[in-house]
């Protein structure tokens, strides 16, 4: 069965520290996904990785960097978390090798920031 | 560019009764996919339906179909015979046709089944 793990289900962090949000997939997938999730937004793209070390920006990256040194593993880092990063942060990963497949998704992780 | 609008931020049914949930897009790709999921309150994605913009039938996988209307650029789910467990957030979404697998979603609509 396919799996896509997110590390944390839910985190409390300080404005001002560094965050990472690990994401892991077993399923040998080329492609990963962050999206951001807030209520009425619906999910937007952060970043996404095509290969290990490739990454591309999404819609809004402002705020977030991330790492892929290992095709199984995605991180989505926030330099200096701030009160407007709190929000669920969803992974996905994708096989590039199907055609119109789905995206697999994280069971997600809620950020809040005080 | 690619854009997805869903219209209806809530929507009530009554157990066993049929639901459409709307779902208007704008691409300027000639190829693309459009993608309903699910997400209940336990925070998960659960995929439901897929329909390629060249299929020539409607999408359909058990209880849910998809009125695909291509020259209106609209894709309604459709959920017969509503349940309990239907109750959830349900997201559009699009994707293009460079196969990266990135999704565009919509703002999701959220249904409330009655009993």
């Known amino acids: 069965d396919v799996k896509v793990t997110q590390s944390s289900r839910y985190l409390v962090k300080r404005t001002g520290e560094k965050v990472f949000l690990e994401c892991v997939q077993d399923m040998d997938h080329e492609n990963m996904f962050w999206y951001r999730q807030d209520p009425g937004l619906g999910l937007r793209l952060i970043y996404f990785s095509y290969d290990v070390k490739m990454k591309e920006k999404g819609d809004i990256p402002e705020g977030y960097s991330v790492s892929r040194e290992k095709k199984e593993r995605f991180s989505l880092i926030l330099e200096s978390a701030s009160t407007n990063q709190t929000s669920m942060y969803l992974c996905a990963s994708y096989d590039r090798a199907a055609t119109n497949e789905k995206l697999f998704f994280g069971s997600g992780t809620q950020l809040s920031v005080l | ?115």
Request: charged share 15%; hydrophobic share 30%.
């Open chain 2, 1 to 115: 560019a690619q854009k997805i609008t869903q219209t209806q931020p809530g929507m009530f049914v009554q157990e066993k009764e049929a639901v459409t949930l709307d779902c208007t897009y704008d691409t300027s790709d000639p190829s693309y996919g459009l993608f309903w999921y699910k997400q209940p309150s336990s925070g998960e994605m659960i995929f439901l339906i897929y329909q390629g913009s060249y299929d020539q039938q409607n999408a359909t996988e058990g209880r849910y179909s998809l009125n695909f209307q291509k020259a209106r650029k609209s894709a309604n789910l459709v959920i017969s015979a509503s349940q309990l467990g239907d109750s959830a957030m349900y997201f559009c979404a699009i994707q293009g046709s460079s196969n990266t697998g990135k999704l565009i979603f919509g703002q999701g609509t959220t249904l409330q089944v009655k009993p």
